[in-house]
């Protein structure tokens, strides 16, 4: 636990002059410019007039006299210090605390050296094997979720690819994301945020990085981890299932007209395929790298995120078909590719590689949709061809 020693005193956020410094009112109304030690983007906390605490500096040479350490967000009180994160953690496995199965580990190392980079945590665990551990701080809530944070960090996604790596290579690893306030049940992947941060938290967990949450318990003047909370990574898949299951698909191919596939419940397909389609396919899975976990991305970095995946499916020797999915209404529309002819399960790892809830596979006969998770149970339906 963090407990303050130095002198404290409530105030009134002003405004931010820039990443590392802002302005408060103190309460004989003199306004003094204060540090800030968090250099995420905070628009929904520092606010104007917004409860804050502030720490009075001992060093008579620095510029700025206080130190600002909380701020008061719909009554729960948020801690600013990011830098306290990792000693956090730090103190909470000291203590024989559990941390993605690294239990009481026989020493707690801080700022370790991995390769070319600097990493939080090593861990000498019981067993003998060595761990490795990232830690980041977050401050936001939504709706009691946490998200990520909106601010890029070339540092911290950097960070991660390391993790995914040596996970890779079998080395133990995780990353923690420390909450510095008490009113979360979860962080949620799924919430807006970076998409840089939303990528590369998602391609460490699939490569076994451990990816942990913890809140805090925060007053003014002390701040302790407190219990772990869950890792959401957006809608379950039963919550978007009526959208996958009325999707209409468009199919294109050079000097030929547009084929739409419609879904039909209560009926089956035609018996074949459009005749757009390559000679002889005995069936495509439709399936496209954008909006992540049904995650609304902007349009460039959908797009981004659909080059890598043809480029991918070219490299490995596939075939493909444009097809586009979308909302019968026109609401929503996702670009993407038809695979021809490939083995369904080819075509789930490429979606649950590109954080995909399912794919479409279209027969002759019927129009399914397949889960990327494997208990959920596959929407089957006909199909028929739209105007």
């Known amino acids: 636990m963090a407990t303050e020693t130095h002198e404290l005193e409530r105030a009134h956020f002003v405004a931010r002059e820039n990443r590392f410094v802002c302005r408060v009112r103190r309460a004989d109304a003199e306004v003094v410019r204060a540090h800030l030690p968090n250099t995420a983007r905070l628009p929904d906390l520092l606010v104007p007039e917004a409860t804050v605490i502030v720490r009075a500096s001992r060093d008579p040479h620095r510029r700025t006299a206080w130190t600002l350490t909380r701020v008061l967000h719909e009554g729960t009180w948020v801690a600013l210090e990011a830098g306290v994160a990792s000693r956090l953690v730090a103190d909470h496995l000291a203590a024989g605390g559990d941390l993605a199965g690294f239990r009481a580990p026989a020493r707690v190392r801080r700022e370790v050296r991995s390769g070319a980079h600097r990493l939080d945590l090593g861990l000498d665990l019981a067993d003998g094997r060595r761990a490795l551990v990232e830690v980041k701080s977050l401050s936001r809530s939504v709706g009691g979720r946490a998200p990520l944070s909106w601010t890029p960090s070339a540092r911290g996604t950097d960070h991660l690819a390391h993790l995914a790596t040596l ?3 079998g080395t133990a690893t995780a990353a923690v994301f420390v909450v510095q306030r008490g009113d979360v049940r979860a962080l949620d ?8 941060w939303l990528a590369a938290v998602r391609e460490a967990r699939a490569a076994g990085v451990g990816v942990l949450a913890f809140r805090c318990e925060v007053t003014p003047r002390t701040l302790r981890l407190a219990a772990g909370i869950p890792v959401l990574d957006g809608p379950e898949p039963e919550q978007v299932a009526g959208s996958y299951a009325t999707t209409h698909i468009e199919l294109e191919a050079p000097g030929q007209p547009p084929v739409v596939i419609v879904p039909d419940p209560g009926g089956s397909g035609p018996g074949a395929l459009p005749d757009l389609v390559p000679p002889g396919t005995r069936r495509l899975h439709i399936i496209t790298a954008c909006n ?26 596939l075939r493909v078909v444009r097809a586009d999915g979308g909302a019968p209404d026109g609401s929503w529309h996702e670009p993407g590719f038809a695979l021809v002819d490939t083995e369904v399960e080819v075509a789930l790892d490429l979606a649950r590689r590109y954080d995909q809830h399912a794919i479409f596979e279209l027969t002759g006969e019927h129009l399914t949709v397949r889960w990327t998770d494997p208990r959920q149970p596959p929407i089957v339906q006909g199909w028929r061809p739209g105007p």
């Not at 992540?292 to 995946?309: C, F, K, Q, T, V």
């Open 167 to 169: 996970a890779e290579q």
């Open 189 to 196: 992947l799924g919430l807006p945020a970076d998409p840089g």
């Open 292 to 317: 992540p976990r049904s995650h609304l991305l902007d349009a460039a970095s959908n797009a981004e995120r659909n080059d890598r995946l043809l480029a991918e499916v070219r490299a490995g020797g």
